[in-house]
């Protein structure tokens, strides 16, 4: 089913913004975390996404001979950014020097990461209310003469 | 089952149709092995079965999310359309054949 396959995609694609929403948010959290439970400092994670072959749409694209899908969280990997230090002596986590270390996150590029998640999302959600209304035209078709 | 008489129907689509369908005479045998009284109502019931299952899934994806045990909103959401699709589906063919039944209600004997 075809208009199926249509869904599938654009849902897989909404999963993986979602996934990207949730990391954002996450590191947003953490901007002024200086340790996490087991001591070490939080590292800034990013969502790398991919294409996911759908065995559903992979019958419909093989006459093309492409292999077309959704996408899908590849992994999601600790970034290398340096830790902020901030002058706080008498910080419990400060080091020899007063220094306490926060993890390097930028906020205005998470911001830029939230926005591009969102409008990504938004346009998974157009794609697929499309494909519905394509599919309705499709069921009107010899139906009272609309 | 013939339709010769509808002669804009390509014959090889219709032998694909009647194929598709169990219990019919001209399928080459689908394997399952219906009985010959079986045919066009046995697989509409069948479809409509489907159609129900398919209810009931959403149904469930629905209870699931108020529970809170749903990871996600969208594929709730993309199964109730889904769900949807299907029934309206299921509501045409069954008017269509409402509408043939009263054509042949209203032919003059």
Request: glycine share 10%; aromatic share 6%; charged share 20%.
């Amino acid at each position: 089913m075809d208009y199926l396959a249509a869904f599938a995609i654009s849902g897989s694609g909404m999963t993986v913004e979602k996934m990207r929403l949730d990391v954002t948010a996450m590191n947003l959290a953490n901007v002024n975390s200086s340790r996490g439970a087991d001591g070490t400092m939080f590292q800034p994670l990013r969502v790398v996404s991919g294409v996911r072959t759908d065995p559903r749409f992979e019958a419909a694209m093989a006459a093309w001979g492409v292999q077309l899908g959704g996408a899908q969280v590849q992994q999601l990997v600790p970034t290398d950014a340096p830790p902020r230090m901030v002058l706080e002596p008498g910080h419990p986590d400060a080091d020899s020097r007063g220094f306490v270390s926060y993890p390097g996150i930028n906020p205005v590029a998470e911001m830029t990461n939230l926005i591009t998640a969102v409008r990504t999302y938004e346009a998974n959600v157009v794609a697929l209310n499309a494909a519905k209304t394509m599919a309705q035209r499709a069921l009107d078709i010899g139906g009272g003469g609309r | 089952m013939s339709i010769d008489a509808v002669g804009f129907i390509p014959s090889a689509t219709a032998q694909a149709i009647e194929s598709k369908l169990p219990g019919s005479a001209v399928g080459t045998g689908t394997g399952t092995g219906a009985a010959p009284a079986s045919g066009f109502g046995d697989w509409l019931a069948s479809e409509i079965a489907q159609v129900n299952d398919k209810i009931q899934s959403a149904d469930k994806k629905v209870q699931d999310l108020a529970l809170g045990k749903a990871s996600n909103l969208h594929d709730v959401m993309i199964a109730l359309e889904d769900t949807k699709l299907s029934f309206q589906l299921m509501v045409q063919i069954r008017s269509r054949v409402l509408e043939a039944y009263q054509d042949i209600l209203r032919m003059q004997v």
